[in-house]
């Protein structure tokens, strides 16, 4: 670290000895001559874009330090049509006057997207997906989307994982959604991909973001529109395993924009699970063999509403609410076999349900105080959620007679509740240089309500077991702290350099004997980040951060569901945070229309988080959460985006790495390879026509006491424009050749060996359509974005 003064002295001085003058100049509009207010505009030099700045509400711009030479203005603004200021000679300090620019005011007869982006894009500190360019996602939800992304690996569960790692912090336009908190699974099934405009995956986050998600952040942005008027779409979307029905309407006045979405889908599923179990106990060797059939359905809702609200050109004031619910039940029918030396110990068959009920909603209000200085800014975000969810089940056993002998029944109500407040102030000390800094508080409370009720002998008159219920009550608290310098110079080396302090203290009670506790710590969350553009368009950053995850609700709730009597779990609410290093070096180079990425990272995990497994006497296995491990991995990311030809794109990455996880206490290590491959490749067919390819696969993965098996997927999509570009249809199939997607998983313990074979039916066809209408007209004003780049994710429940 002693290089880090000498670097910052450097890259002051090289700028402050060099000869160089101030441009400025005022823009306005032609015909009204009012201040073109955020206009972009271009230093250009021989064709070359060497610099780029916003114009202030005034249309005031400026910049600071420019070198002796010929130039060009590129002036660019939406509702205008771009003008270019030639032969610009800077001797001295130079004021160019006003420049006038002309109104383009041609109406927008039809909702349509200019290609001019690619499916991804490297930017500095993150990779970008570009999902509204991809056609293979439509009519799905957001799992389909995050399996596109290199890095990224999502199960068939829904569950996902950064580079190997579930511990992510998972954002919606830049803020949190209460549905993520709880579980990232099953929010990304209740987001259909068709609203998502991109996806940012930022593995090295500077101080500026919370220090949640040990493995990184997952930004996910939906679709918006800046222009004015009126306009929306229909989306119905039909699949065998998935129906969804989507539709949005945006109005845009001149301060004031209302934008509305919603959505309701109803799913199935189907599966079949083959359990093998080994164990011994007292020195009697047993062996348990249990088939189940699963077949599982659910509805979800959701709904959007947003309203901007711009008070002047100075003040912006936002408001959103967001709500959900939905209900899912799996019904499982089980068969149950254990023998012993030789003889049937027990057999029977067992009749289940699962069913979990939610509803949450989350309301924020956001205000943004701009400053005439560009991009200096000060924002005021606050946030409250709440969510209620109950997890029920009921089972019967019955008998080789198939008499029912045993019931058995249980519920888990629990109330969720978040408020935070963040003040974010962002201040440019020059062209190249900023100073951000904020503070936030986090306030959290979750009660779970919990109860399991027994029937004998076939009765229905079910009584409570008060040992096995209890009321939960969790409560914490997070202030935080960050700083962060970065300078970005064009041609020398850029740096971001920031530090962040965050304090959380813990309350947690129980209704029963259970004595309650409290915890307090505090985290110091360094990071720093160089990176450099180099000629031929390439471009190197080197990373190190600092990253905290503390275990959520999920992972807490003292709460056993053992409506699988033989196979039960539940959380640990004693359980302490995890805090992970992470460095990572990223090359970056575009020849012609390639792009090639590749990424060096390691990261190590103390006090990691791994599920548990043991089995007791009587071969019942009890999966529970402990902070047992220290986990590591190390490996590269390697992408290529490339068009083979101007109407055929393709994209492919690797993701390869070798994880290592350790327990002292469990006196256990396992360690192994892991790779994912990914394939996208899209053809223009002409006339309205487009095909696509997508398909991955995933190694088997371990855990601390054995591993989860390999699969793949793949699926194919034709998509026809008609209706004048207005609408689309779209067909497809999903795993053509295999009716199913099967995988082993094999665990291991000090008195057990298990393996579990599970097939997920996964073929099916798939059709989308999808409709926009409305009428826009070109605004000669930008909205600033607001980002809101606070708070936890959930956990995908593994």
Known sequence: MKFLPALILALFTSVAFAQQSRLTGILADSSSKVPAEFATVALMKNNKILEGTTADSLGRFHFDKVEPGHYALQISLLGYTTKIVEKVHVTKDLDLGTILVVSNTKKLDEVTVTEQKGLFEERSDRM????????????????????????IAVDIEGNVQLRGSGNIKVLINNKPSSIVARSVSDALKQIPADIIKQVEVITSPSAKYDAEGTAGIINIITKK???????????PNFSRWNNWYNGSINHRMKSISIAANGGFSDWKNKRTID???????????????????????????YGNLNVDWDIDTLNRLGAGLNYYNGINTNGFDINFREISQGNLIQFFQRDMSRTYDWAGATVNLDYTRLFKKPKKELNLLMMYSFEEEDSDYWSDLANESNLTYFREKSYNISNNKEGTIQLDFTNPIDSISTIEMGSKAIFRGILSDYRIARAEDGSTDFVNIPSLADVFDYAQQVASAYFVYSRTPKKKWGINLGARYEQTFIQANFLNQTSSFSNSYGNFIPNISLSKSLPKDQQVRFSYTQRIQRPQFFFLNPYINQSDSKNQYGGNPYLKPELTHSLEANYTVNIKETNLNASFFLRQTNNAIESVSTVDSEGVLLQLFQNVAQNSAYGVNLSANTKITKKWSVNSSLNLFYNILESKELQARNADWMYRINLNSTIDLGKGFKAQFFGFYNSAKVNLQGRFGAFGFYNMVVQKEILKKKATIGVGYDNPFNDTIKWRN????????????????????????????GKMN???????KISNDDKKSGEGNG
Not at 130 to 150: Q, S
Not at 778 to 784: D, H
């Open 778 to 784: 070109g605004s000669p004003r930008q909205k600033k």
């Open 275 to 301: 359990l093998i179990r080994n164990f011994e106990s007292e020195g009697v060797s047993s062996n348990q063999n249990q088939g189940q059939l699963v077949a599982g359905s659910g509805k979800n809702f």
């Open 225 to 235: 529109n800046s222009l004015q008027g009126t306009n929306g779409s229909i989306s």
């Open 128 to 151: 970008v997906y570009n999902a509204e360019k991809d056609i293979g996602i439509k009519g799905g939800d957001a799992t389909d989307v995050l399996k596109r992304i290199p890095s």
């Open 746 to 773: 094999d665990f291991n313990g000090a008195n057990f060996r298990q393996t579990q074979d599970v097939a997920m039916y996964r073929r099916g066809w798939r059709v989308n359509l999808k409709y926009e209408f």
